[in-house]
């Protein structure tokens, strides 16, 4: 039995992160009467932990630093990035528009990191700088955007639902006409002549994650927020959606495995394995569990290192090092808030949560679940290319130090997912299309629910997930603004 009738809306808005924020912020400042419902207490989905780099071209702020960029260049990299393998269509409507979305959060006061934009190189980097972020990362877009729908609530276009979990839509005269679910009260229902369902991903559903991942991938650690179950994407597919399934997956790299949630990576704001050799010069060598190193471990190319990772065992991998090195290197571990100093590590290797400490190699490698005798054969080896300056082996060119005293140090690393790379098929209208391609009516997707595929392709590319959430989030809102008022004449 519903116990509330929330009430009659133009738009219902599934999901108040990036692409639903957007979406119900323009389609009220266009006129229409919007209900925002999230099933969490706070508004800001992901980007409570994202990065949040945004990308764009032809921009105010990269005019001011005297970069000469356009959408088309954007565009073209993006292809390139992505090996062509994005949605062309959705994908360049976007980037086209991406600039004046970065320019929209500067009329609004964002608070730009001052190095910005700039070139980020935990991903493949563009060729320009036109990356942005905040100074608190992800954060600081949630600040711009919940002050702009702060408005919207006061001036009563926007109602803002918190603590609902949508579960079901109300489909009359054969279109999706409102949504059902739980709240606070107990069971709640309004009414919506378009529903947008900006639920985000799937990457915190083991399940629903491995039904779209490659065979093997099956234990890449999960790295998102809880929220992230694929709520929107199982709603739709019981209304007869499609669903992408393209079976591209790239990893994230250096998470570690949360020791008191099987299957989670420990939140990377606290820490992570710098692997990016723009970022910290690597010492430590990084193995198999053969023992077998399997990358140049300085390699450039983000893309080159994730996918040799994804070639092997368990896609996990082992970083080594010795006292030596823990002496001589920058911290291995990092996080967003750069606090991790050399004292710090050497308290982590003390606490032992992630570190395994070890007096010989034999004894790390079993303690590691890595074979002795190959890690054995392969510090040898390693120790010879650092004698010799040369790594025959993969190219390594950063050859600091032996790894021969102890005691020794050994840290597992897992592929890691963090965002979705499949989801609803949606038409140029970003209505949600079903199986046999046509829109089901009155149902439409915004932001990762429609999988990052669309947009990135089978890689990562700077800024390509927060960036169409909040573009073409805010297109959808201004159109379903304008459909509103024509249907009414
Ligand atoms: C660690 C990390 C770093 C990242 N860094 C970047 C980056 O730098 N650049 C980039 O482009 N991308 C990045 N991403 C990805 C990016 O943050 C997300 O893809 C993007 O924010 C998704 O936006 P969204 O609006 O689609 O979903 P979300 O922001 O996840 O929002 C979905 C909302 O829907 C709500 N919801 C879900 N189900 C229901 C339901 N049944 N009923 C009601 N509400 C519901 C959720 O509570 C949530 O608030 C990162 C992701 C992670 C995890």
Same mark, same amino acid.
């Given at each position: 039995?519903? @116990?509330?009738?929330?009430? =009659?809306?133009?738009?219902? #808005?599934?999901?108040?992160?990036?692409?639903g924020?957007?979406?119900?912020?323009?389609?009220?400042?266009?006129?229409?009467?919007?209900?925002?419902? *999230?099933?969490?207490?706070?508004?800001?989905?992901m980007?409570?932990?994202?990065?949040?780099?945004?990308s764009?071209?032809? !921009?105010?702020?990269?005019?001011?630093?005297?970069?000469?960029?356009?959408?088309?260049? =954007?565009?073209?990299?993006?292809?390139?990035?992505?090996?062509?393998?994005v949605?062309?269509?959705?994908?360049?409507?976007?980037?086209?528009?991406?600039?004046?979305?970065?320019?929209?959060?500067?009329?609004?006061?964002?608070?730009?990191?001052?190095?910005t934009?700039?070139?980020? =190189?935990?991903?493949? /980097?563009?060729?320009?700088?036109?990356?942005?972020?905040? %100074? @608190?990362?992800?954060?600081?877009?949630?600040?711009?955007?919940?002050?702009?729908?702060?408005?919207?609530?006061?001036?009563?276009?926007?109602?803002?639902?918190?603590?609902?979990?949508?579960?079901?839509? /109300? #489909?009359?005269?054969?279109?999706?006409?409102?949504?059902?679910?739980?709240?606070?009260?107990?069971? #709640?229902?309004?009414?919506?002549?378009?529903?947008?369902?900006?639920?985000?991903?799937y990457?915190?559903?083991?399940?629903?994650?491995?039904?779209?991942?490659? +065979?093997?991938?099956?234990?890449?650690?999960?790295?998102?927020?809880?929220?992230?179950?694929? *709520?929107?994407?199982v709603?739709?597919? @019981?209304?007869?959606?499609?669903?992408s399934?393209?079976?591209?997956?790239?990893?994230?790299?250096?998470?570690? +495995? *949360?020791?008191?949630?099987?299957?989670f990576?420990?939140?990377?704001?606290?820490?992570?394995?710098?692997?990016?050799?723009?970022?910290? !010069?690597? $010492?430590?060598?990084?193995?198999?569990? *053969?023992?077998?190193?399997? #990358?140049?471990?300085?390699t450039?190319?983000?893309?080159?290192?994730?996918?040799?990772?994804?070639?092997?065992?368990?896609?996990?991998? $082992?970083?080594?090092?010795?006292?030596?090195?823990?002496?001589?290197?920058?911290?291995?571990?990092?996080?967003?808030?750069?606090?991790?100093? &050399?004292? &710090?590590?050497?308290?982590?290797?003390?606490?032992?949560?992630?570190?395994?400490?070890?007096?010989?190699?034999?004894?790390?490698?079993?303690?590691?679940?890595?074979?002795?005798?190959?890690?054995?054969?392969?510090?040898?080896?390693?120790?010879?290319?650092v004698?010799?300056?040369?790594?025959?082996?993969?190219?390594?060119?950063?050859?600091?130090?032996?790894?021969?005293?102890?005691?020794?140090?050994?840290?597992?690393?897992?592929?890691?997912?963090?965002?979705?790379?499949?989801?609803?098929? %949606?038409?140029?209208?970003?209505?949600?299309?079903?199986?046999?391609?046509?829109?089901?009516?009155?149902l439409?997707?915004?932001?990762?629910?429609?999988?990052?595929? %669309?947009?990135?392709?089978?890689?990562?590319?700077?800024?390509?997930?927060?960036?169409?959430?909040?573009?073409?989030?805010?297109?959808?809102? &201004?159109?379903?603004?304008?459909?509103?008022?024509?249907?009414r004449?």
């Amino acid at each position: 039995m519903i @116990e509330e009738n929330i009430g =009659h809306f133009d738009v219902v #808005v599934v999901g108040a992160g990036t692409g639903g924020l957007c979406t119900a912020i323009e389609a009220a400042a266009g006129g229409a009467r919007v209900l925002l419902v *999230d099933k969490q207490e706070e508004i800001g989905g992901m980007l409570h932990i994202a990065n949040g780099e945004f990308s764009g071209a032809g !921009t105010r702020r990269q005019a001011a630093h005297g970069i000469s960029d356009t959408p088309e260049d =954007h565009f073209a990299e993006v292809m390139r990035l992505s090996h062509g393998k994005v949605d062309e269509r959705l994908a360049w409507r976007s980037v086209r528009a991406q600039g004046e979305t970065v320019d929209w959060l500067e009329g609004h006061g964002f608070a730009f990191d001052p190095a910005t934009p700039g070139l980020v =190189h935990g991903h493949e /980097v563009y060729s320009v700088p036109r990356t942005y972020w905040g %100074v @608190e990362h992800g954060r600081s877009v949630v600040a711009v955007l919940r002050r702009l729908l702060e408005e919207r609530v006061a001036d009563g276009s926007v109602t803002l639902r918190l603590g609902v979990r949508v579960e079901g839509a /109300v #489909v009359a005269d054969g279109r999706v006409a409102g949504v059902t679910g739980t709240g606070r009260g107990g069971a #709640v229902a309004a009414r919506g002549d378009a529903v947008v369902l900006a639920t985000g991903g799937y990457d915190a559903d083991p399940a629903l994650r491995n039904r779209f991942l490659p +065979p093997g991938c099956e234990n890449a650690l999960i790295a998102c927020l809880d929220h992230a179950t694929g *709520d929107g994407l199982v709603l739709a597919e @019981e209304l007869g959606a499609a669903t992408s399934g393209d079976g591209y997956f790239i990893p994230v790299m250096g998470l570690i +495995p *949360d020791p008191g949630r099987p299957g989670f990576a420990v939140d990377y704001r606290e820490a992570f394995v710098e692997v990016a050799p723009a970022y910290r !010069t690597p $010492h430590e060598i990084w193995v198999n569990r *053969d023992g077998a190193r399997f #990358v140049a471990e300085d390699t450039t190319s983000p893309e080159h290192r994730e996918r040799a990772l994804l070639r092997q065992p368990g896609i996990e991998m $082992h970083v080594i090092w010795d006292r030596a090195v823990a002496e001589a290197a920058e911290p291995l571990l990092r996080n967003g808030a750069g606090d991790w100093t &050399r004292e &710090r590590m050497r308290d982590e290797h003390d606490r032992g949560r992630w570190i395994v400490t070890a007096d010989s190699l034999e004894e790390l490698a079993e303690r590691l679940g890595v074979d002795p005798g190959g890690l054995a054969e392969t510090v040898r080896s390693y120790n010879e290319a650092v004698a010799a300056g040369h790594d025959p082996e993969h190219g390594r060119t950063t050859l600091p130090l032996p790894i021969r005293e102890a005691p020794y140090y050994g840290l597992t690393s897992v592929a890691a997912s963090l965002l979705s790379r499949d989801g609803l098929r %949606v038409d140029d209208d970003l209505a949600v299309l079903d199986r046999e391609g046509a829109p089901i009516a009155g149902l439409y997707a915004v932001g990762e629910v429609l999988g990052n595929n %669309v947009f990135a392709g089978d890689n990562y590319v700077g800024g390509m997930s927060v960036t169409p959430a909040m573009t073409l989030g805010r297109e959808l809102g &201004r159109a379903l603004a304008a459909g509103r008022k024509s249907a009414r004449g």
